[in-house]
């Protein structure tokens, strides 16, 4: 007398729960909370673009010469300000044994900072390639016996990529012609690639959710 072995009902059970666990989870790309507070700070300016003031009855100094990055007025002894025909006021220091001047700062009473929504933007120009990657996360766990959470794993990865290709390939409006006199790049959203390389994902598995 043989013995049948089923090895369907099992196998029925795994992707089945394997599935609704994965349903559960929630995959949140981006800037994660582990990131510093200024790499947070920068990124949702630009996701939703924000107008910058500075206190009343000052100016907010914008570096436009590679010397002035990531300093102040305070920091250049020698520095004094001088008012352009146009009405501008520049911060400025005379070059060493010339009568030229070297144009460090620009002092503004407001900076505008326009939108450039790189997660939103992503996510709402790569909605085929992340309707993909779902269908290839579910493959993976009836074919090939991957877990939900390798699952979610691989969505998270790819999707966090996606964001971050979505950036390289270029977000309009273009860098200001006064950003760029200190710039490395042309790319908006990218010069140090601090903001870049923070973009990653975090899975939420779901417990406690009913």
């Known amino acids: 007398m043989s013995i049948i072995s089923d090895t369907l009902r ?11 666990a994965l349903m559960k989870m929630r995959i949140h790309i981006g800037i994660q909370g582990k990131a510093d507070s200024f790499t947070l700070m920068v990124a949702s ?3 939703y ?8 009855g ?5 570096p436009i010469d590679p010397r002035a990055v990531d300093k102040s007025p305070r920091d250049f002894p020698d ?9 501008h006021l520049f911060g400025v220091t005379r070059a060493e044994g010339k009568e030229d001047l070297n144009f460090l700062f620009l002092l ?13 933007g992503s996510f709402d120009n790569g909605r085929k390639q992340l309707a993909e990657l779902c269908e290839k996360a579910i493959d993976m766990i009836v074919m090939d016996r991957k877990t939900a959470e390798e699952a979610a794993n691989y969505i998270g990865e790819r999707a966090a990529q996606m964001t971050r290709d ?20 042309d790319k908006p959203l990218y ?20």
């Open 166 to 185: 979505y950036i390289m390939a270029g977000i309009d409006p273009p860098k200001s012609d006064i950003t760029m006199k200190t710039a490395k790049t």
């Open 49 to 56: 673009g924000a107008t910058i003031r500075a206190k009343p």
């Open 79 to 87: 520095l004094f300000f001088i008012t352009s025909k146009s009405g």
């Open 45 to 47: 300016t630009h996701e």
């Open 108 to 120: 503004l009473p407001s900076v505008t900072i326009p939108e450039r929504s790189f997660i939103r």
């Open 58 to 62: 000052h100016n907010l100094a914008i």
């Open 191 to 210: 010069n140090t690639g601090r903001l870049y390389e923070s973009i990653s994902y975090e899975i939420d598995n779901g417990e406690g959710e009913e």
């Open 10 to 20: 099992p196998e029925i059970i795994r992707v089945r729960r394997e599935l609704q």
